[in-house]
């Protein structure tokens, strides 16, 4: 069972930046493919970025060149940095193995608006 911790989001102007940290706990985050969703209101959650254990990043279109997904396997953290911000950027933020396996957390709010 992996249990996981959300933070780092908040309030920001369109183009501005912000980094958001998960922890998780758990034996399998070494080894497993941890990942980046995302909900806006009204709308499905939906895979922004997800990054292997070796590594290895992929990200939505909508993200790509924006958003830099990494990981710190001795801390079992897993991190999001995104620039550019858009006000489509909008939504609760959370992350999870990929495919999920444990539960969501409570997420964390990021808002881009003037």
């Known amino acids: 069972q992996v249990q996981l911790v959300e933070s780092g989001g908040g309030l920001v102007q369109p183009g501005g930046s912000l980094r958001l940290s998960c922890a998780a706990s758990?034996?399998?985050?070494?080894?497993?493919?941890m990942g980046w969703y995302r909900q806006a209101p009204g709308k499905q959650r939906d895979l922004v970025a997800r990054?292997?254990?070796?590594?290895?990043?992929n990200y939505a279109d909508s993200v790509k060149g924006r958003f830099t997904i990494s990981r710190d396997n001795a801390k079992n953290t897993v991190y999001l940095q995104m620039n550019s911000l858009k006000p489509e950027d909008t939504a609760v933020y959370y992350c999870n193995t990929f495919p999920r396996l444990g539960d969501w957390g409570q997420g964390t709010q990021v808002t881009v608006s003037s």
């Open positions: 990054i292997s254990s070796g590594g290895s990043t």
């Open positions: 758990g034996s399998i985050f070494s080894i497993a493919t």
